[in-house]
């Protein structure tokens, strides 16, 4: 099994910068068109990019990673009762570690949840310990929900679409929260973090700190996700392939581990409400030059089909393509 990404490959993903998010952004037309080009050829191109001066405050973004360290730094019996592997719980705490000895091992402990908005049952299931987690977490998803928006919208704009296009039913389902947490791992070779997926939502944006171990399918080879200081990692999921026609794929990634240093990413994935329809946008589809590549579902439809499709990606794609390409 071949972990390490090529370090001959000069390719990087972009980095761009957000002169500070939705308020400066919006003071400047000609840069926000810019920024939205920018955007657009990162995505697809890439389908991973890096956004900097994104309008998250250092501050949140810190003090919310530290309070999910401190979650996963509790005695075990402490963080017993989160513990399940039923996918229904709200909140729950699971590993993917295992000691069988099978083809391909796994190194990671996750918490999964709905985090946004703050809606009495989501309050209700996060954890009380450590004290901090919960307010910490509301003002983390306050301003990242803030910065997907404003993505979303610049997306909208880079593919000639209205603004306001994602900022409804296709982003408005509650919130989805990955916490993954990777300790030091005594053999990195043969051990992978977490295996390779695309995501199924619409956007996920990604903290991973100065520690590195993201990896995204590239040119038919995986290249490594860089630690860039303070920037949030942002890709695209199922739903906004299957909405652009194509244009924005989701991309393959995986993470790998290291034997020094615990390695934590927080991916925060906007989706869809589950009702809401996806197709193809139909300003992006053209009968005679680019027909439908996807048939019309509901958003639930779709969650079944993921799951059955066992992260490969083009399992979960087919059951919704036209064969029109
Ligand atoms: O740990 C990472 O950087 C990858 C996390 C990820 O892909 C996910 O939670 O969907
Ligand atoms: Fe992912």
Redesign the pocket.
Known sequence: MQLDHDPACKVAFPVIDLHGGRALLSDNSQRRSQVASEIVAAGKEFGFFQVVSHGVGDDAVQAFRAAAAAFFALPAEEKQPYCSYDMSKRFRLATSTSYDGGETRYWRD?VKFSCYPASDDNIRSWPSKPAEFAPRLVEYCEAVQELAQTLLGLVAEGLGLDSGFFAGEHSSGDTNM?I?Y?PPCPDPAVTM??PA?C?RYLL?L?T?ADVA??QARYGGRWLL?CPVPGAF?VNFGHQMEFITNGLLACVE???VTNSSTV?M?V?T?VQPTDGCLIKPAPELVDEATHPAKYREFLFSEFLEAYDAADASREDALEPFKTHHD
């Open positions: 996750y990955s993954n990777y973090g977490l997926h995501d996920t990604l991973q171990g993201l996700v990692v990634h995986r993470a390695r990413s991916a994935h």
